[in-house]
């Protein structure tokens, strides 16, 4: 038995803190105590943790990951890589070690470099020459092959599936190396296939560098809606059980199909407190950076008349599967970045509530949800739905935000508190490995004080749209944990699991420095000590 005691234990339901004792036994917390209980249970054996002074809150939770591209990152088997130009990328991924045959990088974005426009497949084969390498655009959407990979990929014009969505870029008639969408994923999965069967460590190994910076629940979420593999592994995780005892736990989205059989065979096998079927995922849209972001009106500088992005995958199908999903009782999350893509996911939202509501304690999603139609914001509220949104997007490519998507949609991008003005539920994460590295703590940094720790951009990115630290906090524990459908985690009461994080100090009325400078004093996840 535990006793902790703290004169500041956040209460994510008010927003503010407390002092008191917690008392836990096993793996959950079994009381709020007084004084005179704690010195009785502490006089009978229980063991006294005394963090006084410092901050207890609920153990954070990363609401948006993709687990496996995210843990290969980790171990130094795919390589972050951020350059500004197409020539500069290709010659330093070509000073990668290879693994299992592959060079892999991740972090390029075409519109960050000093010209915009996509690169192609010789550029890499100067570099690369015979060695198969592959590059993933920083937001995963989009993936660059040198000639040799497409060769032992057999890539080629008769040989690009036909039934998934996508895109091979093409110019004078030949493939240029560069795939859009479910394309890109079709093929990184079989590129990854090889580094599957050594990835249970590597999932260990990525837990145990989460726990440090207080994380102790995550999703694992498709990085496709449309191709065969979504890179959701729940063997993995089976394997890692079998060995020994998680340091998280994890919520898994498997793509939604058409055939369910393998969605309803995971709901059945993955019942436990620390890996569990959360529900499925879909892909509405893609992004504004390559104009793929659905949108009311045409973007700004239009290629062609009605340039407003697309749809992945037909809209009626897309409708069909929120209410096939909520039917089964499984919460839907869909990717949405354009504001017409937000507006028809509001609709059919809506519709499946009253047709196939939720049971009590689960949500669907909206994921990113990054330009809002000025009328919906309204409708945000509505019942059994989370905004999950990540922090760090805000800053990631601020300074091209209004050449991509136009200035009059800027006062929309991003509206963290006029989602919450609008009575929606906000529920925080990274979206990692499409940013790398960012903690709890910056990303309620960065919804806080809507810069980066650089101080820049200096007036801050829709600085009227910054929370304060409460929102964020609790949008970073409860809300994350409604937006996993998980009633046990997100809280420091009676009957929740006792994962919980020890801060430094209270960080309630922080400005930036001081937030800047909060540590990590200590992590625990069912009661046992991880970091």
Same mark, same amino acid.
């Not at 890996?275 to 893609?286: C, I, M």
């Not at 539920?425 to 979206?431: A, N, P, S, V, Y």
């Given at each position: 038995?535990?006793?902790?005691?703290?004169?500041?234990?956040?209460?994510?339901?008010?927003?503010?803190?407390?002092?008191?004792?917690?008392?836990?036994?096993?793996?959950?917390?079994?009381?709020?105590?007084?004084?005179?209980?704690?010195?009785?249970?502490?006089?009978?054996?229980?063991k006294l943790l005394d963090y006084s002074q410092q901050m207890i809150v609920p153990g954070f939770i990363d609401a948006h990951t993709h687990f496996f591209l995210s843990a290969l990152i980790h171990q130094k088997k795919i390589w972050?890589?951020?350059?500004?130009?197409?020539?500069?990328?290709?010659?330093?991924?070509?000073?990668?070690?290879?693994?299992?045959?592959?060079?892999?990088?991740?972090g390029w974005y075409s519109s960050d470099w000093e010209v915009d426009q996509l690169p192609t497949k010789a550029t890499l084969d100067h570099y690369f020459d015979k060695r198969p390498c592959a590059m993933v655009s920083g937001d995963?959407?989009?993936?660059?092959?040198?000639?040799?990979?497409?060769?032992?990929?057999?890539?080629?014009?008769?040989?690009?599936?036909?039934?998934?969505?996508?895109?091979?870029?093409?110019?004078?008639?030949?493939?240029?190396?560069?795939?859009?969408?479910?394309?890109?994923?079709?093929?990184?999965?079989?590129?990854?296939?090889?580094?599957?069967?050594?990835?249970?460590?590597?999932?260990?190994?990525?837990?145990?560098?989460?726990?440090?910076?207080?994380?102790?629940?995550?999703?694992?979420?498709?990085?496709?809606?449309?191709?065969?593999?979504?890179?959701?592994?729940?063997?993995?995780?089976?394997?890692?059980?079998?060995?020994?005892?998680?340091?998280?736990?994890?919520?898994?989205?498997?793509?939604?199909?058409?055939?369910?059989?393998?969605?309803?065979?995971?709901?059945?096998?993955?019942?436990?407190?620390?890996?569990?079927?959360?529900?499925?995922?879909?892909?509405?849209?893609?992004?504004?950076?390559?104009?793929?972001?659905?949108?009311?009106?045409?973007?700004?500088?239009?290629?062609?008349?009605?340039?407003?992005?697309?749809?992945?995958?037909?809209?009626?199908?897309?409708?069909?599967?929120?209410?096939?999903?909520?039917?089964?009782?499984?919460?839907?999350?869909?990717?949405?970045?354009?504001?017409?893509?937000?507006?028809?996911?509001?609709?059919?939202?809506?519709?499946?509530?009253?047709?196939?509501?939720?049971?009590?304690?689960?949500?669907? %999603? =909206?994921?990113?949800?990054?330009?809002?139609?000025? #009328? !919906?914001?309204?409708? &945000? +509220?509505?019942?059994? $739905?989370?905004?999950?949104?990540?922090?760090?997007?805000?800053?990631?490519?601020?300074?091209?935000?209004?050449?991509?998507?136009?200035?009059?949609?800027?006062?929309?991008?991003?509206?963290?508190?006029?989602?919450?003005?609008?009575?929606?539920?906000?529920?925080?994460?990274?979206?990692?490995?499409?940013?790398?590295?960012?903690?709890?703590?910056?990303?309620?940094?960065?919804?806080?004080?809507?810069?980066?720790?650089?101080?820049?951009?200096?007036?801050?990115?829709?600085?009227?749209?910054?929370?304060?630290?409460?929102?964020?906090?609790?949008?970073? %524990? =409860?809300?994350?944990?409604?937006?996993?459908?998980? #009633? !046990?985690?997100?809280? &420091? +009461?009676?009957?929740? $699991?006792?994962?919980?994080?020890?801060?430094?100090?209270?960080?309630?009325?922080?400005?930036?420095?001081?937030?800047?400078?909060?540590?990590?004093?200590?992590?625990?996840?069912?009661?046992?000590?991880?970091?």
């Amino acid at each position: 038995m535990l006793i902790l005691k703290s004169h500041h234990i956040f209460d994510s339901l008010a927003g503010t803190t407390f002092s008191g004792y917690l008392k836990v036994e096993g793996e959950r917390i079994t009381a709020i105590l007084s004084e005179r209980a704690a010195q009785l249970a502490i006089a009978n054996g229980a063991k006294l943790l005394d963090y006084s002074q410092q901050m207890i809150v609920p153990g954070f939770i990363d609401a948006h990951t993709h687990f496996f591209l995210s843990a290969l990152i980790h171990q130094k088997k795919i390589w972050p890589l951020v350059t500004a130009s197409e020539n500069d990328y290709a010659e330093e991924a070509s000073r990668f070690s290879a693994y299992r045959g592959w060079t892999v990088a991740i972090g390029w974005y075409s519109s960050d470099w000093e010209v915009d426009q996509l690169p192609t497949k010789a550029t890499l084969d100067h570099y690369f020459d015979k060695r198969p390498c592959a590059m993933v655009s920083g937001d995963a959407h989009t993936l660059w092959l040198n000639s040799a990979a497409m060769d032992k990929l057999a890539i080629g014009p008769a040989t690009i599936p036909t039934d998934i969505g996508g895109e091979a870029v093409v110019e004078n008639g030949q493939l240029t190396g560069v795939f859009f969408e479910a394309l890109a994923i079709y093929y990184l999965g079989q590129i990854l296939a090889d580094y599957r069967h050594d990835s249970v460590q590597d999932y260990r190994s990525y837990m145990s560098y989460l726990n440090q910076f207080g994380i102790t629940s995550c999703t694992d979420i498709a990085l496709t809606g449309d191709s065969g593999d979504d890179l959701i592994y729940p063997e993995i995780y089976q394997q890692l059980q079998v060995k020994a005892r998680p340091t998280m736990r994890v919520s898994l989205y498997p793509a939604m199909r058409e055939d369910t059989r393998r969605i309803l065979a995971m709901k059945e096998t993955l019942t436990g407190n620390f890996v569990t079927l959360g529900g499925v995922k879909q892909f509405f849209d893609g992004v504004t950076s390559t104009r793929t972001a659905l949108m009311m009106a045409d973007y700004p500088d239009p290629n062609f008349p009605g340039e407003i992005g697309q749809s992945l995958i037909p809209i009626e199908r897309l409708r069909d599967y929120i209410l096939e999903a909520n039917r089964l009782d499984l919460p839907m999350r869909i990717h949405v970045v354009g504001d017409r893509a937000t507006h028809l996911a509001l609709d059919y939202y809506a519709e499946s509530y009253q047709r196939h509501p939720l049971s009590e304690g689960k949500y669907n %999603t =909206l994921e990113h949800l990054e330009c809002v139609y000025p #009328t !919906d914001f309204s409708r &945000l +509220g509505q019942p059994q $739905l989370v905004l999950s949104v990540q922090p760090s997007h805000v800053l990631v490519g601020y300074e091209s935000l209004v050449a991509e998507v136009g200035p009059e949609r800027l006062p929309y991008m991003f509206a963290f508190k006029s989602f919450i003005e609008n009575h929606a539920i906000l529920g925080f994460g990274t979206d990692t490995p499409v940013v790398l590295d960012v903690t709890p703590l910056e990303s309620i940094y960065y919804a806080v004080f809507r810069k980066g720790m650089d101080g820049l951009p200096v007036e801050g990115v829709n600085y009227q749209e910054a929370l304060t630290i409460p929102q964020a906090l609790t949008a970073h %524990t =409860l809300g994350a944990a409604k937006a996993m459908s998980r #009633t !046990d985690i997100g809280q &420091l +009461g009676v009957g929740k $699991l006792a994962d919980f994080v020890i801060l430094d100090h209270n960080i309630l009325d922080d400005g930036p420095d001081a937030l800047e400078k909060t540590r990590i004093i200590a992590t625990y996840v069912g009661g046992q000590k991880v970091t």
